[in-house]
């Protein structure tokens, strides 16, 4: 657009120096040869100026140049007028140096005119390039602020998406943190549950060992009772053994006194009684020890698998401490009274 108008401001500027040099209408063939000579003069100093002013050179030496081609032009345009005016009046008589002085003084004006009118041609290109450095401006301008619009629209987004994402991160962490509580609700509701049927399989052991230990008391007195009637039977059957050996004895000694008789078989069946007891006791005393070692050895290892269990249960209920706190005690172990009774008897 710029490179049209400067164009057409040319055409304009050349084709009114074009009418002040060419004078009065003159036939056709002199006024063709007049622009065809002036029009690329002409043309080729504006390109000169412009090319000048592109280049951002001074713009003073292309216009003393173009001024020098269009004086050329200009002594051209004379000789063309000259050559013209003697085909019309034929050859002149004036004085040729006033003819060559009135020439130099057109020349001269109209190398003022030529030099004014590219005066004016780089004046106007120099307000174009500074109105075209404005615009330029403006427009840089307008293009900063749009990009400074642009990258504030884009920073406000990324604040928004950084604000969802930390929004997003921290229910993300809340939803870790309820689904890592929930599953230590339910590691500890598993764990509670398990301690619980451990508590009662051991519950159900101490039950049946208190029951075993109850048959066994309960064996252990029928056993007793038992022996206490048959020795009570044996020793009435030997009673009535003795009574009828000692009525023997006395029939044969002869004698009658039943109180004698009496205390005489009363000696001698205490002595046979003694021997016989102390023989009986002696075994029975063995039997007694060896049964007391047998029940001695049952109730060791009874005793054995209830501090066993026992030790089993102090480590589940440490250990169940360590799950859900500090370690307690469990009230619900009965004391071993069986296993301390036959250790006192052994």
């Known amino acids: 657009m710029a490179q049209e108008l400067r164009q057409t401001v040319q055409e304009a500027r050349h084709a009114a120096i074009l009418r002040q040099l060419q004078g009065p209408p003159a036939d056709a063939a002199t006024d063709q040869a007049a622009r065809s000579l002036l029009e690329p003069v002409f043309k080729t100093a504006g390109e000169h100026i412009a090319s000048a002013l592109q280049k951002g050179e001074d713009p003073a030496h292309a216009t003393a140049e173009a001024v020098k081609t269009v004086a050329n032009a200009v002594a051209a345009r004379e000789l063309l007028e000259g050559i013209r005016q003697r085909d019309r009046t034929g050859p002149t008589t004036a004085d ?5 002085v009135e020439t130099a003084k057109e020349a001269s004006a109209l190398h003022r005119e030529a030099a004014e009118t590219f005066r004016d041609l780089a004046e106007m290109e120099r307000e174009r390039r500074q109105e075209a450095e404005q615009t330029l401006g403006q427009a840089a301008q307008a293009a900063k602020a749009e990009e ?11 604040e928004k998406n950084h604000l969802t994402m930390l929004e997003l991160v921290r229910e993300s962490k809340q939803t870790a943190l309820d689904l890592q509580q929930r599953q230590a609700e339910a590691e500890k509701a598993a764990q509670r549950a398990e301690f619980e049927a451990r508590m009662a399989r051991l519950e159900e052991a101490v039950r049946m060992r208190e029951e075993m230990q ?26 009535r053994e003795w009574q009828a050996q000692l009525q023997v004895e006395l029939a044969k000694h002869g004698i009658t006194d039943p109180e004698l008789r009496w205390k005489l078989a009363q000696v001698e069946q205490v002595e046979i009684d003694n021997e016989k007891r102390r023989k009986e006791l002696d075994l029975e005393i063995e039997q007694k020890a060896e ?7 049952f109730w060791t290892k009874l005793g054995e698998q209830a501090q066993a269990v026992g030790k089993r249960l102090a480590d589940n209920s440490a250990l169940l401490g360590q799950w859900l706190g500090a370690p307690r005690p469990n009230p619900r172990i ?6 301390e009774e036959a250790e006192q008897e052994g």
């Open 96 to 100: 040729p140096a006033a003819a060559v």
């Open 214 to 239: 109850t048959l066994l008391r309960e064996m252990r007195d029928q056993v007793h009772e038992k022996d206490l009637a048959a020795l009570q039977k044996e020793y009435a059957a030997r009673e």
């Open 334 to 339: 009965p004391r071993n009274r069986d296993i």
């Open 148 to 158: 400074a619009d642009r990258w504030q629209w884009m920073l406000s987004l990324m």
């Open 291 to 297: 049964e007391a070692k047998a029940k001695a050895e």
